[in-house]
């Protein structure tokens, strides 16, 4: 019996992939740059206000406890502090945080009663001068009822009564379990001939930029409204939920983007830090800023990453086609639970990888533990489904003693099998998986590294490759999020991105962004598309942000959304503008509308090379000259030359009422292929590369330069998570390595010295120019490769990577039992 | 993340410096400050007052002495570590700088401030033992030496007392013929040490006439194992030996294990860097 | 807990200025100047973002007390160039792709100022080892490297 996956809606790209274009493709210098390159760039911690005051918090010391009794009268008397604030009085000024989950689990700004993660906030001093701050800190007393604490994801199972983090949820840390079958999973697991069973482990990393997070917040008590300046995203698509727990109307509040230091999910959206500032912010009626300290960023940020444990199965052939796929997840969220479990939905928008596995079988356990929460980080889940089904396409090939590059070429959804449902309803737009491979296997000299690899063994040496070809999907929807949610109604399913243009009397072009800088290219994005949609020289064109006053429904950069969504807004705010350009220039011209295009700066006549006006000319008519407009009373030739598109989603369906598959969600499907040699020392369990190639296909690419940027900041991103990084709790919930001394991001001596990059361009049919996301990649193809690469080294020992990071402490262990293993047998 | 509030006295001599400790029992000294400092910001310490010596430039130098070289206390870092006197008299500590922290640290770092520092994974004590370093220490009520191996006393605890500066550290010329080596994991370049090991290694023939081990992040301090060095002494310098000298450092040392590196881990790190580095000093002895 | 009175010289601007002992560099620098191109990211000496020079000499402006600074002269990234003219190494790093989010490229090109004044040609190893001690999230390091080596060209006088 098929599998119902739903449909594919029509196409409603407008601009077709083709040859010719001018400005889209090309390594353009960015336009972001200079004002950085110069230091004036300015970020969260840039905002300073006359008369600003700075907060600190008093991070709770215990894992999970009653909070009994803060005394703050030390502190109060401190000369410099303006105001001083426990989660009681933080919880009548303020309401709770934003929260996606269902039902919701609260959170608040200051811990109420309850702290349950070390780090959280259980005081706040706002105060002259963040030393005067921290001073009062130290000066504010708690006292503390210890409560049983969770730590270990298994456990937190099983706990019950005082070990539960939030009781009104029910007596359990278990706080979402959802089952799911795609597709004829029994029956594939029926005809199977081989089945393969792992365990593995994911560690809690997190995407630690090298900014914190932070705000700057105003009240102005004569029209009663909040500004804040804050190095958020979403601000656009959800801000005005940050007035709702600041207890003012939603007109109230106008969010102000920044710089972002970096983000890699970590800024998708701020709350705590708005919020903190603008409570105090209209308590001592001064500016008031909250910076997260290196200390609140990894402990109170509300930033970790996935933290799974996987017990998987993978249904085989004897000849290596793969049938289905079931897992069993418990995945750590810490204290809270902000996105719900929109990270297995994420998961999901890829999970079978790049191969037309059949079915799958999905059972998530999400639950709490005394830990600082999960957000979203490069891949927001997804880099998880990668590794786990890169590892278990590995364990397949070595089991059925198959060539690892091999298994995958025959599962692989072949080129003209696209669009493709895969059995959780999502589409994969477009790709070429097979081509991809073979241009790794080219750009890294497989057949050359083989031998080479083999040499290098005969002397001793412990020398392996890896190679993962992995799934990149971009461009979410809405909908990924709440077909979790066990309430059963319709949730939210637009997720759109918006531009607004303007053409200046002089022929200048302005585009108003409405969503934020965080680390990525959105000036020079949409400066090349602007510049391809007008014919116009880069120079001639200025790119500005709104704030949330004046702005458009966007849902900001994150899940790889950004290019593609606004060169749609782009597009079609061009469109309205072209036409209303090419009316007047008929006019001016005499000549037909349809005949019209534009060329380097001017209207040109297709065909007549002299008649042309300049965009320039045309502009200062369409400004001052509106009765010799070709019809005054035209309502489309109002004076001026703007207009603003709000670009929704290219392609999403709803999700099966059945809950059979989840409709299309993640659908523009970019896809890379990592590979690497590294070389192990298993007595100290260090390694290192010694060479490293990937080829990316993101569909049409804007600006190779930036596209590879990201594809290489991506690997070491993932050589962290795979080999360095974790954010840990001992059993007591204390975190073990909070600051950079510890906490082990890849300095350039751990990256590799040579990425070697290549590019695929399948286009998507679904969006403009066939452009696909391309932000996360880089980290989502290096954890398998990197694992399958040392184990390759490792053959020897006959060792079997199931867990992350492979630190040299970890490494050595595996070798030393395997060792242990091999001197017992 | 600020430091608490401190008096701050600024010496501009040595016996400013040791007038100031005398006077003030909660002194601490201020050199420069990379270690201290960041303790400071996450207020793990408050010292209630900092003397700041780094106005002290009398004790930056670099010097021949008595068949050896004289480090100032105050020489930063990257003088140490660029020194051609120190890669001609006391190769080892200039080869151990390949592994210390990174240009700007060492820019404002002092060779002195991070041997009173004490850090039980820094690798300039280790250096220091088998080198056969001597501390010269100056109070306002005199001089004394104190050598290596009696100064190292546990985590942040040496044996100068606290209204002692340290002034100069004295360093015997590597004798001619000997060899030297040493190696760290650690978590990232420029980390402080998991496990390091240094050693000085002399020859007579094909015997090992004399050898020093000493090693980093293994205990509360740097240490000498004396197990380690008499697995050596007499012996035919051969991987054997050398090996038989690593399976004496897995047993005399007793780590303690952290999220970087288990018990386990580093029991083994010591044995294989044992090996290896005595077998790099072999290579050296000429 | 007195203050005390310190001049520091900053991009050749003398300033006097009173200060509390416990006064970071980084934080005189940004707030007391008002010169925010130099970034505080981890306020305890790993990542870089705050290296500014000192004397000649790349420090941690968040390991440094502004106080030790008396006397001295410092320069930021505000010191280097304007972005009508550049400095060579600014230049390069636009060129080549060393920044994304650019928080970090204020410690990287004060690093990178100091290297080339002592090794004009720097080899890839050279200039590995010379910024093994600032972190970067965004870019992998190896545009780093090629923004320097490309910055090096400008300053011997290559386009």
New interface residues.
């Given amino acids: 019996m098929a599998q119902n996956r739903g449909h594919i809606p029509k196409s409603r790209q407008r601009e077709k992939p083709r040859e010719g274009l001018k400005y889209i493709g090309k390594s353009m210098k960015r336009v972001e740059d200079p004002r950085i390159l110069t230091g004036r760039g300015i970020y969260a911690d840039d905002i300073n206000l006359p008369d600003m005051a700075h907060v600190a918090i008093v991070r709770s010391s215990h894992a999970h406890a009653r909070i009994k009794r803060i005394d703050t009268s030390k502190a109060e008397k401190l000369p410099g502090v303006l105001a001083v604030l426990t989660g009681a009085q933080a919880a009548e000024l303020t309401g709770p945080l934003p929260t996606w989950s269902s039902p919701p689990v609260f959170q608040r700004v200051i811990a109420h009663e309850k702290v349950r993660h070390v780090g959280e906030a259980v005081a706040a001093v706002c105060a002259e001068s963040r030393y005067i701050a921290e001073d009062a800190c130290d000066l504010i007393e708690v006292e503390y009822e210890p409560l049983p604490i969770v730590v270990d994801p298994e456990e937190a199972l099983k706990s019950r009564g005082d070990a539960v983090l939030h009781p009104d949820h029910g007596d359990t840390n278990l706080i979402l379990e959802s089952k799911f079958d795609f597709g004829p999973v029994a029956e594939d697991f029926a005809r199977a001939d081989h089945v393969v069973k792992r365990r593995l482990r994911w560690p809690r990393s997190g995407g630690t930029p090298m900014e914190t997070n932070g705000a700057t917040a105003v009240w102005d008590p004569g029209s009663q409204r909040f500004t804040i300046h804050a190095n958020t995203s979403m601000y656009n698509f959800v801000g005005w939920m940050i007035a709702d727990t600041l207890k003012v109307p939603h007109h109230k509040l106008n969010i102000v983007p920044t710089l972002a230091g970096g983000s890699f999910g970590a800024k998708l959206f701020l709350y705590k830090q708005p919020v903190m500032a603008a409570m105090f912010a209209k308590l001592v009626g001064r500016p008031v800023k909250y910076l997260e300290d290196r200390l609140d960023a990894s402990l109170n940020n509300d930033a970790h990453a996935s933290d799974r444990v996987y017990y998987v199965e993978l249904a085989c052939k004897k000849d290596g086609t793969l049938l289905s796929f079931k897992q069993r997840i418990i995945d750590d969220y810490g204290a809270y639970f902000q996105y719900g479990v929109g990270q297995h939905g994420n998961a999901l928008a890829q999970v079978v990888g790049a191969y037309a596995i059949n079915s799958v079988g999905v059972h998530v356990q999400a639950v709490l533990t005394n830990k600082n929460q999960q957000g979203a980080y490069r891949g927001f889940g997804s880099e998880v489904a990668n590794f786990v089904i890169e590892r278990l396409v590995d364990a397949a090939a070595d089991e059925l003693k198959l060539d690892r590059i091999e298994i995958r070429r025959k599962n692989f959804i072949k080129k003209d099998q696209f669009p493709f449902l895969i059995p959780t309803g999502n589409m994969y737009d477009s790709g070429d998986y097979e081509k991809v491979l073979d241009e790794t296997l080219k750009l890294l000299d497989y057949k050359g590294w083989k031998k080479k690899v083999e040499e290098m063994r005969k002397a001793g040496r412990y020398v392996g490759i890896g190679i993962a070809s992995t799934q990149e999907r971009s461009v979410f929807s809405s909908t990924e999020f709440w077909m979790w949610n066990l309430d059963g109604k319709i949730g939210w399913t637009s997720s759109p991105d918006s531009m607004s243009l303007k053409i200046d009397p002089r022929g200048r072009i302005y585009g108003t962004l409405h969503s934020p800088f965080w680390g990525n290219s959105p000036e020079t994005v949409a400066t090349q598309v602007i510049a391809e949609q007008f014919q116009v020289d880069p120079s001639n064109i200025e790119i500005t942000y709104s704030d949330s006053d004046k702005g458009l429904h966007s849902t900001g950069p994150g899940g790889s959304r950004f290019t593609v969504m606004v060169t749609g807004a782009i597009v079609g705010a061009a469109a309205i503008l072209k036409k209303k350009i090419f009316k007047i220039a008929a006019h001016m011209m005499e000549a037909n509308a349809d005949d019209l295009e534009l060329r380097d700066g001017n209207v040109v006549v297709k065909g007549a090379p002299g008649k042309k006006v300049s965009l320039q000319d045309l502009a200062f008519h369409a400004y001052y000259m509106r009765l010799s407009m070709p019809d005054p009373e035209d309502p489309e030739l109002t004076s001026g030359l703007d207009a603003t598109y709000v670009y929704d989603h290219p392609v999403t369906t709803l999700p099966d009422p059945k809950r059979e598959h989840m409709g299309i969600f993640y659908p523009i499907m970019g896809h890379m292929c990592h590979s690497m040699v590294v070389e192990v020392d298993p007595e100290t369990g260090q390694f290192k590369f010694l060479d490293y190639a990937c080829v990316h296909d993101s569909g049409v690419m804007i600006n190779p330069m930036t596209l590879e940027g990201h594809m290489r900041g991506g690997v070491v991103n993932g050589i962290g998570s795979a080999a360095s990084e974790q954010y840990f709790y001992d059993k007591n919930g204390q975190p073990t390595n909070n600051l950079f001394t510890d906490y082990i991001i890849p300095s350039i001596s751990e990256s590799p010295a040579d990425m070697k990059c290549g590019h695929v361009e399948t286009p998507s049919p679904f969006t403009e120019y066939g452009i696909k996301g391309g932000g996360e990649g880089g980290r989502m193809g290096t954890p398998p490769a990197l694992a399958q690469a040392i184990e390759d080294a490792l053959s020897p020992f006959g060792i079997k990577i199931t867990e992350l990071p492979l630190t040299q402490n970890v490494i050595r262990r595996l070798v030393r039992e395997a060792q242990a293993k091999k001197a017992a047998d | 993340m600020k430091p608490a509030p401190f008096r701050y006295v600024r010496a501009r001599s040595v016996d400013d410096a040791v007038a100031a400790l005398a006077r003030d029992p909660e002194a601490k000294l201020l050199a420069g400050g990379q270690s201290l400092i960041a303790m400071m910001n996450v207020r793990a310490v408050k010292p209630e007052t900092l003397v700041d010596i780094n106005a002290l430039s009398a004790l930056d130098y670099i010097k021949v002495k008595d068949g050896g070289i004289a480090i100032g206390a105050m020489t930063r870092h990257e003088t140490v570590k660029s020194s051609p006197l120190v890669a001609e008299h006391c190769p080892l500590l200039a080869e151990a700088y390949h592994w210390i922290a990174h240009r700007a640290v060492r820019n404002r770092g002092t060779y002195g401030g991070n041997l009173c520092h004490a850090d039980p994974a820094s690798e300039n004590p280790a250096v220091a033992l088998v080198t056969g370093a001597t501390m010269v220490l100056k109070s306002a009520k005199g001089e004394r030496t104190v050598a290596a191996d009696d100064f190292f006393k546990g985590v942040y605890q040496t044996a100068a007392r606290h209204d002692e500066l340290l002034i100069e550290v004295r360093i015997p010329s590597r004798p001619k013929g000997q060899g030297w080596g040493f190696m760290e994991v650690s978590p990232r370049k420029g980390d402080f040490a998991m496990t390091a090991v240094v050693c000085t290694l002399e020859l007579a023939g094909a015997t090992v006439k004399t050898a020093r081990v000493a090693y980093a992040g293994i205990a509360d301090r740097a240490m000498r194992f004396a197990p380690v060095e008499a697995a050596l002494t007499g012996k035919p310098a051969n991987e054997a030996t050398f090996a038989a000298a690593g399976a004496a450092a897995r047993k005399a040392i007793n780590p303690s294990s952290d999220f970087h590196a288990d018990e386990a881990m580093r029991r083994d790190l010591a044995e294989t860097l044992t090996r290896r580095v005595l077998a790099a000093a072999k290579a050296r002895c000429t | ?1 007195s203050n ?1 009175k310190i001049t520091i010289t900053v991009n050749g601007k003398r300033y006097d200025k009173e200060v ?5 560099l980084s ?1 005189f620098i ?2 007391d100047l ?16 705050c ?1 500014v020079l ?1 004397n000649g ?4 402006s ?4 502004a ?2 600074a008396d006397g001295a002269e410092i320069m ?3 010191g ?4 009508e003219n ?1 400095h060579p190494l ?1 230049k390069g ?3 080549k ?1 060393g ?8 410690g990287m ?1 004060m ?1 990178a100022v ?1 290297l080339l004044k002592e090794k004009p040609r720097p080899s ?1 190893d050279e200039i ?1 080892e ?16 090629e923004s320097i080596q490309r910055g090096a060209e400008i300053m011997q006088g290559g386009k």
């Fill in positions: 807990m005390e509390e002992p416990r006064r970071l934080d940004r707030d008002r010169l925010t191109g130099t970034h505080v990211g981890c306020e305890h000496g790993v990542c870089g973002s290296t000192m000499k790349s420090v941690r968040c390991l440094t007390f106080v030790m930021t990234i505000e280097l160039g304007t972005a550049m600014q790093f636009w060129e792709h920044l994304q989010c650019g928080f970090c490229t204020p090109l690093t100091e890839v590995r010379a910024l093994s001690g600032n972190l970067c999230r965004c870019t992998g390091y190896q545009t780093i490297v």
